[in-house]
């Protein structure tokens, strides 16, 4: 168990809704990465909030956003969803803003139909 | 564009045997390289992870070897063991403006055969 906690771990909506993925750090963590998982695309990072703020954009597109609150937590918002979006989306903590031991939660599983 | 390349895409191995996985990078700014284990239905794991100053790194069974010049880095399992049995990922890092943003190769699936 990393100390990575996400919610939900499944989930199941139709193309143009919009969804809410959740992650709570390990205790201690200030840095929360996202990441998507697809057969197609592999493990791709997203974005990476560092105490509330955003440091760092990936391959992530306009339909997606993401935040953190000040106990840390973070949510990736997903909208618009289209059959593509189908896919694992982690996040990952790290205790340092540019820390690189990086450690992963359960995971959400995205289906769109 | 694929900066790290992984090789092979699975492998099958028996018991006891030597698994071994190959990554490439391309950018020379990259200055950490980790290696993840993913069991099914979780999420990845750090294993073991190298800085380009060392040219062999080990950790009990597992062993990162590093080669600067060539680009190249590998993951060796020594006396592989069933419950090793599971998808491999390495990745090459580097930090840009606070942040460790990691470039993943695309996975190998490891079996270890009883």
């Known amino acids: 168990d990393s100390g990575v906690t996400q919610t939900p771990k499944h989930l199941i909506t139709a193309t143009g809704q919009r969804v809410t993925l959740r992650c709570s750090p390990r205790?201690?963590?200030?840095?929360v990465y996202w990441y998507q998982q697809s057969l197609d695309q592999g493990l791709q990072f997203l974005i990476h909030?560092?105490?509330?703020?955003?440091?760092a954009k990936g391959n992530i597109l306009e339909r997606f956003s993401a935040q953190q609150f000040p106990d840390l937590h973070s949510e990736l918002n997903l909208s618009s969803l289209e059959l593509g979006d189908s896919a694992l989306y982690f996040c990952a903590s790290s205790g340092l803003a540019g820390g690189n031991e990086q450690y992963f939660g359960p995971g959400t599983r995205l289906t769109v139909t | 564009q694929q900066q790290v390349k992984q090789s092979p895409q699975s492998l099958i191995v028996q018991k006891g045997g030597i698994s071994i996985i190959n990554c490439a990078y391309e950018n020379t700014a990259f200055d950490y390289f980790p290696w993840y284990q993913q069991f099914p239905g979780k999420g990845p794991a750090l294993l073991i992870a190298?800085?380009?100053?060392?040219s062999e790194k080990k950790e009990g069974r597992f062993t990162i070897s590093f080669n600067k010049s060539a680009k190249q880095f590998s993951l060796h399992i020594m006396d592989s063991q069933p419950g090793d049995s599971a998808t491999y990922f390495c990745?090459?890092?580097?930090?840009?403006?606070?942040?460790?943003?990691?470039?993943f190769g695309r996975g190998t699936s490891l079996i270890v055969h009883p």
């Open positions: 190298i800085r380009p100053d060392v």
């Open positions: 909030y560092y105490n509330g703020e955003e440091r």
């Open positions: 990745a090459a890092s580097r930090a840009s403006g606070g942040s460790y943003i990691p470039t």
């Open positions: 205790s201690g963590d200030l840095s």
